[in-house]
């Protein structure tokens, strides 16, 4: 599909983006690259499929994200816990430090398949090797297959709903962690002998 196939009358962008803003969110930061990480606040994050374990998100086509994506072809996606909106405001300010700096000041370590960052003290993470990116207009789509996966339930998550943070509703949980490499990808017609 192309550009083309999304042309439209102008869009009131302001009062669009105010209504989509109607609908609640968590928030995440989407990173990629190795040695020189870059990453992006994202709320674009869905799941698609259980099995094969696929994920989607859309990033913006100016962004060096974008680009490092297509480049790499993995990303690693950080669920934010409650605490973390100042992690959200700076991954989401284009006047951010850019290249070995935009890391600096903030914890990571790398995903366990991809290499790709995954920050410290997160509610949830999957590290993901791309399947397909789509045409989204000014957005692209990418689909990625969850290689490995992790969650620390006990944690409240970060939330967006009309242009502000919140945190969601605390549920007390038992305090135990998740995470798990997902099984073979063959359906995806991918290999992961990283396993
Ligand atoms: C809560 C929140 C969610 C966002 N979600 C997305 C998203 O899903 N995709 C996207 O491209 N930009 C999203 N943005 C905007 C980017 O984080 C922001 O434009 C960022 O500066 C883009 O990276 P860049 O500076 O490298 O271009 C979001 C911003 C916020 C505050």
Partial sequence: MTAAAFSQPPAD??????????FATGVTVVAAGGETPCGMTANSFTSVSLDPPVILICLTRDSELCEAVLREGC???SVLAAGQEDVARYFANHSRPRGPEEFATVGWS???GTG???LDDVVAWFDCALV???DGGDHEIFL?????SGAEPQRDALL???GGFSRSPHRDVAPRSHEARTPSLARLGKSDDRQ
Wanted: charged content about 15%; aromatic content about 6%.
């Fill in 13 to 22: 962008k302001g009062r669009l983006r105010s209504i989509l803003g109607q």
């Fill in 75 to 77: 990303f690693a996606i």
């Fill in 110 to 112: 790398p995903g366990p």
């Fill in 116 to 118: 790709a960052p995954v």
């Fill in 132 to 134: 397909t990116s789509h």
């Fill in 144 to 148: 990625g297959s969850v290689l490995a």
């Fill in 160 to 162: 967006f709903h009309r």
